[in-house]
T-cell receptor, first 110, second 113 residues
């Protein structure tokens, strides 16, 4: 089964609205990252957040490792926030590979 | 600021041809990765490689092979491309052992006709 579950699958926001994206992991993990990707664009690391809460501008990430979940909060959304947000986990081990969720597609409209 | 570089940006080829994609990182990391992003945007690991060890995802067909000259470079060769190889290939790097942030390149979009 899918090891990384993201919700919602997609989201439409009016400019200025807040949103919360969820990521749940079916196995224990070492760390996790949130990424942002525009259509046809690069994968940009938004947060590397193994645990606790981190903030960057209007974005806040909270990871609770024991509960195997992480959230990404977007406050006062802007049109430029539109894109796909992906979470990924690292379960440890030598490979260091990331296992990705399927993403949340965010569309912000005016 | 880009620190993981990939070439080419795009490549169009025909079934059965051989292709090779390049990746270079300037972060001094000792581990590099190749991921495949399919048409549904799902990202999956293909290879993880450092100076000592190549770890291959067992679902990767044998026509794919990573090639490294040093720890800053990890290329990807596809011996005889198939239509299902059409995807975006993303290179990444980090420090060894996991639990470190990974940095991604811009990707190479492959189209197989």
């Amino acid at each position: 089964g899918q090891q990384v579950q993201q919700s919602p699958t997609s989201l439409v926001l009016q400019e200025g609205e807040n949103a919360e994206l969820q990521c749940n992991f079916s196995t224990s993990l070492n760390s996790m990252q949130w990424f942002y990707q525009r259509p046809g664009g690069s994968l940009i690391s938004v947060f590397y957040n193994p645990s606790g809460t981190k903030q960057s501008g209007r974005l806040t990430s909270t990871t609770v490792i024991k509960e195997r979940r992480s959230s990404l909060h977007i406050s006062s959304s802007q049109i430029t926030d539109s894109g796909t947000y992906l979470c990924a986990m690292d379960t440890g081990g030598l490979s260091g590979k990331l296992t990705f969720g399927e993403g949340t597609q965010v569309t912000v409209i005016s | 600021e880009t620190a993981v570089f990939q070439t080419p940006n795009y490549h169009v080829t025909q079934v059965g041809n051989e292709v090779s994609f390049n990746c270079k990182q300037t972060l001094g990391h000792d581990t590099m990765y190749w991921y495949k992003q399919d048409s549904k945007k799902l990202l999956k690991i293909m290879f993880s490689y450092n100076n000592k060890q190549l770890i291959v995802n067992e679902t990767v067909p044998r026509r794919f092979s990573p090639q490294s000259s040093d720890k800053a470079h990890l290329n990807l060769r596809i011996k005889s491309v198939e239509p299902e190889d059409s995807a975006v290939y993303l290179c990444a790097s980090s420090w060894t052992g996991g639990a470190y942030e990974q940095y991604f390149g811009p990707g190479t979009r492959l189209t197989v006709l």
